[in-house]
């Protein structure tokens, strides 16, 4: 009785082993295919979503930014930088300090009343050179063999093979640029309103406050660059698979807003004058992915690659070149100088080139030289045979007129009369 009871308390597993293999076969299968489907083929959202998504991230960063800023300040502790203290010339006169306010009335500028420009002009000047990159990378592969050395430099991954570039597009339009508009800023590009800009305009330059030039720009082109490389798995040994990969990505449409400013020369810290230029972050950058995965069994146009390079791209952009980041770029000096001189050469400075062009080649030049001894031996020749014969035709006339108007005979005295030519004697 004791023993039937023990057999009873004794619970038998639900499931056997069997069975729990094939459930856990299962529900590996289910999560493999639910990724799959959800995560690899999974519809992305709409590039509405996705760019209003971005604005307001980039949006959020910038308000951030700049709110850091205003708590920073501390105008009541400011303390005005320090510059050498260096004995001025008394013959250079120096003018009156430069503002910004000042620059605008001698330009006729009103920052309040302006209306935009066009920049028809400066888009023409754009579009050629542009144009003319184009037409030097047609006929030069230096662009070509730049992209492919960036892109297998040291820093490329162990899991990457060789990236090798299989298409290059240019493009064929040109960015356009218009509402160009001339505000004012502080010295950390935050724009000034009416009233603080009217208290500051008086300010010298290269105190805090400058203008500002901000302009929209619209391209839109297909700029394609197609590559492909491999996808090596290294473990548990080197080369255990290969996985082919092909992506091109094009930028179909760029917009947004352009900002440009010159940051003055500090000559106490020897920095020369610099052009800053960022972009707002309200811009909008479209791109068209395409990617091929595999070699027998290929998949195309995978949605999550698609999404994983273009949201690396948006940040390497951001990054770079939207606020608060900015690129700065040192201008030459703009004094002109006689080094730079090109085109009008005197004739003085033309033959001495000439000549010291042709000494560069030896036989030319000693048959050019040869040949300008002859000419000039020739001209001497000719020039003295010629005063020869007019001093020998002005003596004979000379001559001639004295015998002519020399007396006849001794009758010449009483007479009074002169032998003539042509007459005959005793005539």
């Avoid at 606020?323 to 050469?345: D, H, V």
Wanted: hydrophobic letters at 40%.
């Amino acid at each position: 009785m004791a023993a039937s009871d023990m057999c009873s308390a004794t619970r038998e597993p639900a499931l056997s082993f069997t069975q729990g293999l094939i459930v856990g076969q299962i529900s590996v299968v289910l999560l493999i295919a639910a990724f799959i489907k959800f995560f690899i083929f999974g519809d992305p959202p709409s590039a509405e979503v996705t760019a209003a998504a971005r604005a307001s991230e980039r949006r959020s960063r910038t308000l951030a930014h700049k709110e850091s800023l205003l708590t920073l300040r501390t105008p009541n502790l400011r303390q005005p930088q320090q510059t050498l203290n260096r004995k001025k010339s008394t013959v250079l006169r120096n003018p009156p300090a430069l503002t910004i306010g000042s620059i605008l009335n001698k330009t006729y500028y009103n920052v309040d009343s302006h209306q935009p420009e066009s920049l028809d002009w400066f888009n023409v000047l754009i579009a050629q050179t542009i144009a003319q990159a184009r037409s030097d990378a047609q006929h030069d592969d230096a662009i070509l063999n730049s992209l492919n050395k960036a892109l297998n430099n040291g820093a490329r991954p162990d899991f990457l093979d060789e990236i090798k570039v299989t298409e290059l597009t240019l493009g064929e339009d040109f960015p356009i640029l218009s509402n160009c508009r001339v505000i004012p800023v502080d010295e950390d590009g935050i724009g000034l309103d009416e009233h603080e800009f009217h208290a500051k305009s008086s300010q010298p330059m290269g105190e805090g406050t400058r203008l500002q030039a901000r302009m929209d720009v619209d391209l839109s082109d297909m700029i394609t660059l197609a590559i492909e490389t491999k996808l090596l798995l290294n473990y548990p040994k080197r080369l255990t698979a290969v996985l082919p990969v092909a992506l091109a990505v094009s930028i179909v449409r760029f917009s947004g807003t352009l900002s440009i400013s010159f940051i003055p020369s500090n000559p106490s810290q020897s920095t020369p004058t610099m052009m800053r230029f960022y972009f707002l972050d309200d811009y909008r950058l479209e791109f068209s992915i395409r990617s091929l995965v595999g070699s027998r069994s290929r998949l195309q146009d995978v949605p999550k690659i698609a999404q994983i390079v273009e949201a690396r791209l948006h940040r390497w952009f951001d990054e770079r070149a939207v606020e608060p980041r900015f690129q700065e770029i040192a201008l030459p000096s703009l004094w002109p100088r006689k080094k730079n001189t090109r085109g009008g050469e005197d004739p003085l400075d033309a033959a001495s080139a000439a000549g010291s062009a042709s000494a560069s080649a030896a036989g030319s030049t000693n048959m050019g030289k040869g040949k300008s001894r002859e000419t000039a031996r020739d001209l001497r020749d000719e020039t003295a045979s010629w005063k020869e014969v007019h001093a020998e035709s002005s003596a004979r006339a000379a001559s001639d007129h004295l015998r002519y108007r020399r007396t006849r005979g001794g009758d010449a005295s009483s007479t009074g009369e002169y032998s003539m030519p042509g007459s005959y004697l005793g005539t």
